[in-house]
């Protein structure tokens, strides 16, 4: 039983350090220059999105609306290699921002006595 412990502990261990092995094998497929540009710029860009959180909320609400809005062959098109084999869930009746702040503001006041 004890090498099973020693290599579960092994893997739990390279598990912890996987966002470190994706990180540097993208340095290398980089200076391999095995990135595609509109994958480089689109990555780029949701850095941006990323951290600036009224940002992020704009460009949530909007896909969210463009999901339930857009016809279907506007989403899965050539341009769009992710969605040909793939398809969407339906989306979330309240996102998950706007069910904490609700539901947060509910417990604060419930604790405040308010």
């Keep these: ?14 598990c912890r350090r996987i966002h ?30 990323f951290s600036h ?7 949530a609400s ?13 989403l899965f098109n050539q341009l769009n290699p992710w969605g040909r084999h793939r398809d969407n869930p339906e989306p979330a009746k309240e996102t998950f921002h706007a069910w904490y702040k609700k539901n947060w503001s509910a417990a604060a006041k419930q604790e405040t006595g308010r």
């Design 1 to 14: 039983m004890l090498w099973f412990n020693l290599f579960a502990d092994d893997r739990m261990r390279s």
């Design 20 to 49: 470190e092995q994706i990180y540097a094998w993208r340095e290398v497929m980089e200076e391999k220059h095995q990135i595609p540009l509109v994958k480089k710029e689109a990555m780029r860009m949701a850095g941006e999105v």
């Design 53 to 59: 959180p009224a940002l992020y909320r704009i460009a």
């Design 62 to 74: 909007s896909a969210e609306a463009s999901l339930k809005t857009l016809p279907r062959f506007a």
